[in-house]
């Protein structure tokens, strides 16, 4: 305020300007450190996520594998392709049962 009284009112918007610009930059500064601040609880959860994704393709992947090499194998093997809807069902299952428990703890 002193500064403007003493530039006068050809100054007076400068002088505002300035000011908002260091309101900004002080704004800036405590947004940045509570972010910095709340940062290590946020990349723990992305951690978490990422490796919940993780297993959760594992799963995928082995599931499939493992169907695939059930259907040929009964399916090929002479016979035994009444097993087939329990193996996939079984699969199912799994898979089911992984992503509920999944769900509730992440």
């Not at 009284?5 to 100054?11: I, Q, S, T």
């Not at 290590?40 to 393709?57: E, F, I, N, W, Y």
């Amino acid at each position: 305020m002193s500064a403007r009284r003493d530039l006068g009112p050809d100054y007076e918007d400068a002088v505002v300007e300035s000011f908002l610009d260091k309101m900004g930059q002080e704004i800036d500064r405590r947004v940045e450190q509570r972010l910095a601040q709340s940062a290590p609880s946020s990349k723990h959860v992305a951690r978490a996520q990422t490796t919940a994704d993780g297993q959760r393709l594992a799963l995928a992947i082995v599931s499939i594998a493992l169907g695939t090499i059930a259907t040929l194998a009964l399916t090929l093997g002479g016979g035994n392709e009444s097993m087939l809807i329990p193996v996939w069902i079984g699969i199912i299952i799994v898979n089911v049962v992984f992503n509920a428990n999944r769900g509730k703890s992440g």
